[in-house]
Structures are given as structure tokens and as C-alpha cells.
């Protein structure tokens, strides 16, 4: 999310769109995506026999389409859909679509400030990405993990660099396949290229790879690390001073190494998510102490709360001093914050979220097919039908609520604003 | 029963398999010690010795095998007898074997055992050869030695996360496809994509994708007239088959595993149903997830046999004419033995099809479609010998005609290619069909 001093933090409730009535306006309404500011509510919508636009605060955009889909709000607000029309593949962005078209988009991204915005596509069996609707110069016979820098000017993917057949199984292990950035390919070849990572400033990119079948390691700007391992997780740059971190796999345990040596001084069943804490001083990393048991480790140490289903989306506070994640145990959700679980547990529960004086921590949560607020584990009164995510003001004092109030028949979309001890109390 | 002694172990088939020859062409007995060593210290322990240990060679598992029966009693095709020839051989040597043992050994495990864990059910120590073919396997993968077109399978999982060399674009691209058509009958139809807070993820295999399109209609009709909250992914992840959990690659069987449930989690669904595929189950509920360390599925994951009991049961499927012609039902052993689902699929039978004949063995006993475990991925090169390596379940569907059954139900992407084979090869004139074929063909749908 960005500039978020900008939008109206003043307490309240706007009713946005009367979404209920949406029904009678046309024949079809798809799910409804909020964006980030919650000032726009919006659905992808059919608007006759084959045809579809999209429908934004109570207002179909003028375009028809054959088909919409994906449709995604930056984090400017701006909204975008994949569109085709007559067959014909673009993107749209705020009703308005690019000038070239494609035989296939999909995979919208965007940098931190929405500005720039990246889709995978395909054009005569040509794959490359393409950016504000300018695309690669050169096409691959195909194109995965399509990734961008935080400023989303840059773009990596991965392709392959040599003709390789299906059946052709003894050049394949020959190495393929190579990391992609911005539409030029690294001068190394590896067996397969998987996630990979931009550093900070968006100057270097580091990658999982596969050399042989049995020897994995991490390529930063095409030159593998000289260590060897039976597996790795996804790299990340360092913050602080660019160096690059990776989970590894060691005789059977997982670790943290960094830059090709031993980094955490001990290992785990399993090991993966690792991320810098804003400032990069600190590491965290979902983790496993023993098999079946998921927690957080912050720095190689694990936290003594476990959970035995999963451990997924943790989040540094911004000031660094923090940590929270989602955990679920015996099938119930729950959000955990510096080893602590809030007794609450919910059929489904969403990243939590810091506030930016980094004391408080808010979730969406699902109980009984409602959605509601939680803050420091105590639940909002009020529940909704639907629910975007929640958004503490720029002075951490405030919350700002995108739902959908009514039941399954009707629905009217509110933006609210409450100071959040109404919520903690 | 004693075990037979093993005659005509060197009567290798002359199957040329670039993969395999290859990979011998490649080793030496030094590398060939020391992989094998390397395995066997730090990959096994105390399951293996004890069930070496174990054995008596009382060849009560024999029978078990439909390799062993299909091929008249042949000792080589026994479970102990696989065991004897593969891995017994190898400890008994201490890994001091030649490329042509590998050879050997590399066609015994990828070809002439479908890891479908019958024998175990018979054996007094419950000894899972199964286990022990798993280990002669990863030793082959590690050597470089695989059958080419697993090899080849097992390639396509790792570039595209998916077993059949599907590109993102075509994956996205065949669900719109199938969307479309399938509105032409039910006019609200949809398959969501990327529906975050969806209550279902719908999963599939690549197979699917490119030969069996009409399965994701079908389950499209379902899910849609059942008012299943559902959605599938636009992302690689949407495949949750796995032929390197068959090749031995473990380290990729948890890449693709990862890569599955983490797309469940960031859908944010509550469960992954996934589509009739019975060795897609054993590696989403089993051996994928505890490779990454995850005891249980993070998120559960529902076979299509057990999803379609729930929507019959709870009403959310109405039968409008049950289906008529007599049919019986092939237990696929990873839901039947692997998971207990045999009763729910017989629920699901009866309450769609007027007549229901057993064929015997039956339910967690049946005999696996000799496809399973890998072996129909080996490919063309080994159709034949998958065929005659089932003659029984030939005679088991035979016997079940003979009582009157018309159609052979698998509720398994593997049973269905086995059994295909099987039928024709033995000009058994019985239709092959899903489940989802079935409900697809007689359940209410909206005018
Ligand atoms: S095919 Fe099945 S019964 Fe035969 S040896 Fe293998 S696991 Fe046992
Ligand atoms: S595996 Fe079991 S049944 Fe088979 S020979 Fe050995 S002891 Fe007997
Ligand atoms: S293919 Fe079907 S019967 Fe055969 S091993 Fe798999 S699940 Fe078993």
C-alpha cells in the first residue's frame, strides 16, 4: 500500500456502493475485490449474451468485453482486469486498455507504488513479459516465475535458453534453463531455475537452481554459489549490506546459510519463508523444531509456541522488534505475535498486520461464514459478508474497515474509520 | 508354501529404454558402491534391517502379487522375489554390484512393482515390500537410471510443476476453455479462478489438461449445481500429481508438494478436493507432506471418491435416473488400502447405479490395475508387459462380466489407463468410466 497519509482518515462510515442492487443492474456479478484505500468496491460482470465489463462503485465501465478476469487493484488504487476482446488479450487499467494485444496475459504484478505494472504474456508462442504495456524485445518458447523488483521497474522470469524436446531427457539434465531479466537471459544454463529475488535497489537478482539432478544451490546474477546442497528454498537479499541468504537442505535438516556458508547455527526439520526485518539487522523464518511441530524462528531461535498443522504468512513489525504469523492447529486458525497465540481461534484467519507504531496487530478473520476485525485478539462486534483487509491509519490510532454489511440476498459496501479502542477497548 | 528358487533371473526382457541404457553406459562399480552405500547409511535405518531381518522367505506373499499370478507362478515376479533379486542382493554385496545388476534391478523396481502394498496385507509380519522396491528406486534415481519416460515425466514436474509439460498460459487457458463450453449447458456455470476465501480448492493432473478435458467440465457441472463455493488456481501449483514421489526424487516430490499446499494456503480454502487420481492422494496425504515435515496435510485434502459421498449424501446431488447399465467397481489401492475409502465409493455406486456387481478380491483386497506406482509413466516401451503382467485382473473383470457387468468403474487416472489396456488387449468389450462420468451422465440438472 502506498501514500497512505493521503486518504481520508477521518472517523466515520461512508456507504461506498449499494452492492445488493448490482443484481438487477445486470446478469451475472462475480466476486467483489476492495481496493486498498477502500474507496472502490468492484466486480467483473456480465453485461449481455458474451459479454462482460466491469462494474466499479455502483458503475459498469464503458468498454465490453468478451471476457474479463483477474481482476486486481494496485497499490495506487488503480484497478486492472486481463481483458479480451474478439479474442484478442490486453490489460485494462481503470477501464482504459493498453494498445497491444496478445494471444494470452495473465499474472498481473505491481511495484510498491503501483506505478508499474507487469503481466506474463503469449503471442504466436512467444512468451515475455510486458510492463505498462511495453513488452520484452525478445520471446522464449515459455515463461515461469515471473518476478519483479520492489520498484517494479525491473522483470525476472525463467526460460529456456536451449532447444530441448520432450523425451530428450539426457540434454535436459545438460541445463535448459536459465534465469530471465528484463527479456535477457543469464549467461549460465542449469537444469531448472525456480524462485528468485531482486535485491533492494533492483540491481541483482538471486535464484534457486538445480545443476544435476542432485545438486542444488543459489545463482546470484547467473554465477552459482561454489557450495552444493540436496535442496533450497527461495534467496533473499539482505537490506542491509546485499548479501544473500538462503534455507538449505544439509544431511537430511534444513539451515540458513548465507553467501554459500553455514549462517544459522543450527537446523530444522524444516525451514523456509525466511525475511529481513526492515532495517535487515533481523531474520525470521517459519520454521520446524522437530517434524510435525511449526513455528517461528527469529534469528535461529525458535520461538517455544508451536503449532501442529502449519505456520504461514509471518510479518516483521516496522520498527523490526516483532513478529507475527498465522498458525492453525487441529484444524483451527489463530494469529501468533512474539510466540503468543491470542486465544481466539477462527475457521479461517488472514496475514496479520502491524500497525505502523509497530504495538498493534490486526487480522481479518472468518467465523461461521462471517468475516470480522480482529485487533490484539479481540474481535470486532460487528461482522460482514465480506471483508477486505484491515488498514491502520499513518498514527497507528485508527483502523480502517472495507465491508460488506447484509446477507447472502442483499450487501451494501462501507468504508469505515473507527479509532481501534473500539475494538481493544 | 516355500519360496521357489528363482529360475530364468537372467532372462531379462530386451526392452530398449534410452533412459536406462544410458544411465549403465555412464557408471562404474566404484560410483555404483559408493551411491549405493551413501543411500543405505543415511537414507535407511532400522525399517529396513528389520524387515530384511524378518523375512522368512515363507512365500505367503506371493499370491498377493498379480505379477507373480499373471505370469504363472514365476518366483522372479514374487514380492520376496523382487526383494531377493533387488535389494537383498545389494546389502548381501555391500553395493559391490556391476551396471548390468543395475540394469537389472532399475527394470524390477520402475516395472514390475506397482508399490500397491497387496503383498503387504499378506505378509505375517506385515513386511511392505513396497518400501523396500521404494528404496531400490531412489538408489536408481540416484545412479541416473530411470526409465525414459518416467525420467521424462519426473522432468516435466520439476521445469513446470506439472507431469506434462503444461505452460501456465494453456493451464488458464483450458479451464476459460472448458468454462465456456460448459455454460452452453448450465447458463451461471462458473470456475472461479483465484478466488481467494473459497471455501474449496479444486485440484487436478496434467493428463487432465491435455487429453481428458471433459473431466474438469464434468466437475464443473458438480461443483456448480451443488453450489460448491470452489475456485482453482492461475498458478503452477494446480497440479497435484507427483511421478518424482515414483522415480525416487524425493527432493522434487516436496518442491511439488510445497508448491501445491502453499497455493491452498494462499487461496486462503478451507480444502483441497482433488480429482479421481488415486497415486496423486498417496503423495498430497502421505509421503509429500511428511517429506517436508507436515505429519498431516496442512490443509485436508478430500479424494474425489470421499467429495462425491458427501454431495450424494447430503442431498447436494440429486439422482434424476439412476444409471442403467450393470456395473463393478476397481478399488484403487491408494484410497482402498491407502486410505479406507472403499465403502464411501460403494455408497456413491449404489446410490447412482441400478446394478452393482462385486468383482472378488474386492474393496482394500483388489488387485491393483498394473498401471500404478509409476509403471504406466514408464511409457509405450513397457505397454506389453504391464498388460501381460495383468492376466489376473483380466480374469477378475472377466468373471464380473460373466455376472453381468457391462461397465467397469475407476475412480483412478492410472486404474483408467491400465484397465483400458487390459480391456482391449483381452477383447473384453466393457465400458471404462469415472465416477464423475457416472453422476455427470444421471444427476438433476437445471433446465
Ligand atoms: S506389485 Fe504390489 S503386490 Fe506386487 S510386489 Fe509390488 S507392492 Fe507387492
Ligand atoms: S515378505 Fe513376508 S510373506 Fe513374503 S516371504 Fe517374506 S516373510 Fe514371507
Ligand atoms: S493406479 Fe490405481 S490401482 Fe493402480 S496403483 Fe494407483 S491407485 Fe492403485
Known amino acids: 500500500m502506498h501514500n497512505i497519509s493521503s486518504w481520508a482518515w477521518e472517523i466515520g462510515k461512508k456507504l461506498i456502493a449499494d452492492t445488493g442492487k448490482w443484481k438487477d443492474m445486470f446478469e451475472n456479478i462475480e466476486e467483489p475485490y476492495v481496493s486498498p484505500d477502500g474507496e472502490k468496491i468492484a466486480a467483473v460482470v456480465k453485461t449481455g449474451e458474451m459479454e462482460f465489463s466491469v462494474c466499479e462503485n455502483d458503475a459498469p465501465w464503458e468498454r465490453r468485453f468478451d471476457k474479463v478476469w483477474y481482476l486486481k487493484f494496485g497499490p495506487d488504487n488503480r484497478l486492472t482486469a486481463l481483458v479480451s476482446d474478439t479474442g484478442a488479450w490486453t490489460v485494462a487499467v481503470d477501464g482504459d486498455v493498453w494498445e497491444n494485444t496478445f494471444d494470452f496475459v495473465w499474472n498481473t504484478k505491481f511495484g510498491t507504488d503501483g506505478k508499474n505494472i507487469t503481466v506474463a504474456a503469449q503471442k504466436e508462442m512467444e512468451y515475455f513479459a510486458v510492463t505498462n504495456d511495453i513488452p520484452w524485445e525478445t520471446g522464449f518458447s515459455s515463461l515461469s516465475n515471473l518476478t519483479i523488483s520492489r520498484d517494479g521497474k525491473r522483470v525476472a522470469g525463467v526460460v529456456p535458453t536451449v532447444d530441448v524436446s520432450e523425451g530428450e531427457i539426457f540434454k535436459f539434465q545438460e541445463g535448459c534453463y536459465s534465469a530471465v531479466v528484463d527479456g535477457k537471459p543469464w549467461d549460465t544454463n542449469f537444469v531448472n531455475v525456480w524462485d528468485m529475488a531482486f535485491s533492494h535497489d533492483s540491481e541483482h537478482v538471486a535464484a534457486e537452481v538445480r545443476t544435476s539432478l542432485y545438486d542444488y544451490t543459489i545463482a546470484v546474477d547467473g554465477v552459482p554459489w561454489d557450495k552444493i546442497y540436496t535442496s533450497v528454498w527461495m534467496p533473499q537479499f539482505s537490506p542491509a549490506n546485499g548479501s544473500v541468504t538462503a534455507p538449505v537442505r544439509i544431511a537430511g535438516k534444513w539451515t540458513l546459510a548465507r553467501d554459500g556458508n553455514p549462517f544459522w547455527n543450527r537446523s530444522f526439520a524444516q525451514l523456509w519463508h525466511h525475511m529481513y526485518s526492515p532495517d535487515g539487522k533481523k531474520i525470521a523464518a517459519i520454521v520446524a523444531p522437530k517434524f510435525g511441530r511449526w513455528t517461528v524462528a527469529v534469528d535461529g531461535k525458535p520461538w517455544s509456541l508451536t503449532f501442529g498443522d502449519l505456520v504461514t504468512e509471518a510479518v516483521f513489525s516496522p520498527d523490526g522488534n516483532r513478529v507475527a504469523c498465522i498458525g492453525k492447529e487441529d484444524g483451527k486458525w489463530t494469529i501468533a505475535v512474539d510466540g503468543k497465540a491470542w486465544g481466539g481461534v477462527y475457521d479461517m484467519v488472514w496475514q496479520p498486520v502491524f500497525s505502523p507504531d509497530s504495538r498493534s496487530v490486526a487480522a481479518k478473520a472468518e467465523k461461521n461464514g462471517r468475516y470480522t476485525i480482529v485487533i490484539d485478539g479481540k474481535p470486532f462486534k460487528d461482522s460482514y459478508k465480506a471483508l477486505g483487509d484491515p488498514v491502520f491509519s499513518p498514527d497507528s490510532e485508527k483502523i480502517l474497515i472495507k465491508g460488506i454489511e447484509g446477507d447472502a440476498d442483499g450487501g451494501k459496501y462501507y468504508r469505515q474509520v473507527l479509532p481501534i479502542t473500539d475494538i481493544t477497548g | 508354501m516355500a519360496e521357489p528358487a528363482i529360475k530364468n533371473s537372467e532372462q531379462i526382457d530386451k526392452i530398449v529404454d534410452e533412459g536406462i541404457d544410458t544411465g549403465i553406459a555412464r557408471l562404474t562399480p566404484e560410483k555404483i558402491e559408493q551411491v549405493i552405500n551413501k543411500v543405505l547409511k543415511t537414507e535407511t535405518g532400522a525399517r529396513l534391517k528389520t524387515y530384511v531381518e524378518t523375512c522368512v522367505h515363507c512365500g505367503l506373499c506371493s499370491e498377493a502379487c498379480h505379477y507373480y499370478l499373471s ?5 522372479k515376479f514374487s514380492p520376496a522375489g523382487k526383494v531377493k533379486q533387488t535389494i537383498w542382493e545389494i546389502l548381501k554385496k555391500k553395493g559391490k554390484v556391476d551396471p548390468e545388476f543395475i540394469r537389472r534391478i532399475s527394470r524390477i523396481a520402475s516395472t514390475e512393482c506397482n508399490l500397491c502394498r497387496r503383498c503387504a496385507m499378506y505378509c505375517p509380519f506385515g513386511i511392505d515390500v513396497a518400501y523396500l522396491i521404494t528404496i531400490v528406486r531412489r538408489i536408481c534415481h540416484m545412479l541416473g537410471v530411470t526409465p525414459l519416460y518416467q525420467q521424462d515425466t519426473a522432468h516435466s514436474h520439476s521445469a513446470n510443476l506439472n507431469q506434462m509439460w503444461v505452460k501456465e ?193 474386492n474393496r482394500e483386497h483388489n488387485y491393483c490395475c498394473c498401471a500404478g506406482g509409476g509403471v504406466i509413466n514408464a511409457g509405450p516401451p513397457y505397454k506389453m508387459k504391464r498388460i501381460k503382467g495383468n492376466r489376473i485382473k483380466a480374469e477378475q473383470l472377466f468373471a464380473a462380466k460373466a455376472r453381468g457387468a457391462k461397465v467397469v468403474i475407476a475412480p483412478c487416472h492410472n486404474c483408467h489407463g491400465g484397465i483400458e489396456d487390459i480391456i482391449h488387449h483381452y477383447g473384453l468389450d466393457m465400458e471404462l468410466y469415472f465416477l464423475g462420468d457416472i453422476i455427470y451422465k444421471i444427476m438433476e440438472k437445471p433446465v
Not at chain 2, 478451507?270 to 515435515?293: P, Q, T
Open chain 2, 71 to 75: 505370469h504363472d507362478n514365476d518366483p
Open chain 2, 169 to 361: 498460459d494453456e493451464y488458464i487457458d483450458t479451464l476459460q476453455w472448458q468454462e465456456e463450453e460448459a455454460q452452453d449447458e448450465i447458463p451461471y456455470l462458473r470456475i472461479p479462478v483465484e478466488k481467494e476465501g473459497a471455501e474449496i480448492f479444486y485440484s487436478v493432473i496434467a493428463p487432465e489438461l491435455k487429453f481428458r478435458a471433459q473431466l474438469i467440465y464434468q466437475a464443473a457441472v458438480i461443483l456448480n449445481v451443488a453450489g460448491v463455493d470452489f475456485t482453482m488456481p492461475a498458478t503452477p501449483g494446480w497440479d497435484n500429481s507427483d511421478l518424482c514421489m515414483f522415480t525416487g526424487d524425493n527432493e522434487m516430490m516436496g518442491r511439488l508438494k510445497k508448491a501445491h499446499f502453499e497455493t491452498a494456503m494462499r487461496l486462503k480454502v478451507k480444502r483441497i478436493v482433488m480429482g479421481e487420481c488415486g497415486h496423486a492422494f498417496r503423495s498430497v496425504y502421505d509421503v509429500g507432506n511428511r517429506w517436508l515435515a507436515w505429519k498431516m496435510p496442512p490443509i485436508p485434502v478430500i479424494h474425489a471418491v470421499e467429495f462425491y459421498y458427501e454431495l450424494i449424501k447430503e442431498g447436494k446431488i440429486k439422482i434424476a435416473k439412476k444409471y442403467e447399465g450393470a456395473v463393478t467397481f476397481q478399488d484403487p489401492c491408494n484410497i482402498s488400502r491407502g486410505r479406507g475409502l472403499h465403502e464411501m465409493a460403494r455408497y456413491v455406486v449404489n446410490a447412482t447405479c441400478e446394478e452393482f456387481i462385486e468383482m472378488h478380491p
